[in-house]
T-cell receptor, first 109, second 114 residues
Framework: GQNIDQPTEMTATEGAIVQINCTYQ??????LFWYQQHAGEAPTFLSY????GLEEKGRFSSFLSRSKGYSYLLLKELQMKDSASYLC??????????FGAGTTVTVRA | EPEVTQTPSHQVTQMGQEVILRCVPI?????FYWYRQILGQKVEFLVS????????KSEIFDDQFSVERPDGSNFTLKIRSTKLEDSAMYFC????????????FGSGTRLTVV
């Protein structure tokens, strides 16, 4: 089976940086995704890593280490609208995404 | 930006009834998926569909469920004889090619079984 772990909750102050870690053990690997999900809404795509290293996209960056089964999502210059759940998901090369339980990030003024 | 469209946005049904959830994937995508998310829980894979047949299905996707692509644009999930525990948010997604450019999710159908 697939096992994807991420912290349940994180709290940070507006303007700060938060790093959300994700570890995974899957039967195959075709890439790792990070999604943002606001309550009652669909997941929206943030980033995709398939090779080791850092991918930067504006205020959001994502890192992958395939040998360690590890990724993180870095959110910089936090804004109140960044309060949401962040989902780590692995494409295990069998036509599906396996999701972690999500990390709820609360941004405080 | 292309979107995956789902209808209805909310559906309330009585236990034992059949429901059909509808999705219009992005037009040039080739892979289609259904996921569900029970309130407060993680997003769970149900089924993937490619070339007019099921590619992969989870253990959740039992004989109660079926999928169909009745025409060139729609992709449907049918749930027969709904149960209380089928209450969840159901998300349709599409991608092309598989995974490399991301999966686009629809806005979901909130199904409530009473």
């Amino acid at each position: 089976g697939q096992n994807i772990d991420q912290p349940t909750e994180m709290t940070a102050t507006e303007g700060a940086i938060v790093q959300i870690n994700c570890t995974y053990q899957t039967s195959g690997f075709n890439g790792l995704f990070w999604y943002q999900q606001h309550a009652g809404e669909a997941p929206t795509f943030l980033s995709y890593n398939v090779l080791d290293g850092l991918e930067e996209k504006g205020r959001f960056s994502s890192f992958l280490s395939r040998s360690k089964g590890y990724s993180y999502l870095l959110l910089k210059e936090l804004q109140m609208k960044d309060s949401a759940s962040y989902l780590c998901a692995v494409d295990s090369n069998d036509y599906k995404l396996s999701f972690g339980a999500g990390t709820t990030v609360t941004v405080r003024a | 930006e292309p979107e995956v469209t789902q209808t209805p946005s909310h559906q309330v049904t009585q236990m034992g009834q059949e429901v059909i959830l509808r999705c219009v994937p992005i037009s040039n995508h080739l892979y289609f998926y259904w996921y569900r998310q029970i309130l407060g829980q993680k997003v769970e894979f149900l089924v993937s569909f490619y070339n007019n047949e099921i590619s992969e299905k989870s253990e959740i996707f039992d004989d109660q469920f079926s999928v169909e692509r009745p025409d060139g644009s729609n992709f449907t999930l049918k749930i027969r004889s709904t149960k209380l525990e089928d209450s969840a948010m159901y998300f349709c997604a599409s991608s092309s090619p598989q995974g490399a450019y991301g999966y686009t999710f629809g806005s979901g159908t909130r199904l409530t079984v009473v």
